[in-house]
């Protein structure tokens, strides 16, 4: 079910996330079932800590939408400093603690995806593996970026709230985690060959590089859709040599 977006009230010590709110200039949300879209950003050269203790099964993915930023990270055990690019990308475990102390101001979308949600979305497409997120430090990947950006864009009076449309970006986004983030390309039953328009496959190019005034999500929902056959076609191809 969806959950209408809404802003955090300022003042509160910390957010949902751990955030210290009154820091923050954007703390939009948008909830899906089985996952949320956050967006986190500040505009202060000195943030509040920010503290999100051990909370179930899932994964909390993380992409920077602005340069050079960074921030020093205690998670399972290592403190470390980690520098963020632009459509950088940060993957954590949400079954352990996690502080972060950020320099300098950021911009940050999010999305926190159950391990029930994976698990669901590798059955429904007959993939066999331990469903696991995982990434380097200093990957970096603007398709990943530019799906999350159409959830909760730069533009706040862009955004409707559409559960169709919500639905289908929750499940693409899940996917392309699953292909790109759990451990190399997954072992695929038989699966019938999707063959999309001209105008679908234009749609799915501008959504995945980031032309989103070409491609309205919020107006359109099936543009997810024709990007869930892309990736499905894209996998017969490769079966087939």
């Known amino acids: ?8 009230p300022f003042g509160a010590d910390m957010d949902a996330l751990g955030y210290p709110a009154s820091d923050m200039s954007d703390s939009r949300e ?5 996952f949320s879209f956050y967006r986190r950003s500040s505009s202060e050269p000195t943030c509040g800590r920010i503290t999100s203790k051990a909370r179930g099964t899932g994964f909390m993915v993380a992409v920077a939408q602005s340069e050079c930023y960074r921030r020093n990270i205690a998670y399972r055990s290592l403190m470390r400093e980690r520098h963020f690019r632009k459509h950088a990308v940060f993957i954590r475990d949400l079954a352990f603690s996690y502080i972060a102390e950020p320099v300098g101001a950021f911009d940050f979308i999010l999305m926190e995806i159950s391990q029930s949600y994976l698990t669901a979305l590798a059955d429904a497409h007959g ?3 331990t469903v696991t997120l995982a990434c380097n430090n200093d990957h970096i990947d603007p398709v ?3 799906l999350l950006r159409a959830a909760l864009p730069d533009n706040e009076q862009q955004v409707r709230s559409n559960e169709p449309f919500v639905d289908h ?4 986004i899940g ?9 190399g390309p997954p ?3 038989g699966r019938r060959k999707t063959l999309l328009s001209q105008r679908q496959l234009t749609s799915v190019k ?5 032309n989103l005034d070409d491609v309205p999500p919020w107006k359109t929902w099936q543009t997810l859709a024709a990007y869930r056959a892309v990736t499905s076609y894209m996998r017969s191809r490769k079966r087939r040599g």
């Open 175 to 183: 996917i392309y985690l699953l292909e790109r983030y759990s451990g």
């Open 187 to 189: 072992r695929v039953s």
């Open 30 to 34: 948008l909830h899906g079932d089985g």
């Open 206 to 210: 501008n959504l995945m590089l980031g």
């Open 127 to 129: 993939w066999e593996r």
């Open 169 to 172: 970006l929750g499940s693409a």
């Open 144 to 146: 990943l970026s530019n």
């Open 1 to 8: 079910m969806l959950t209408q977006e809404r802003s955090l």
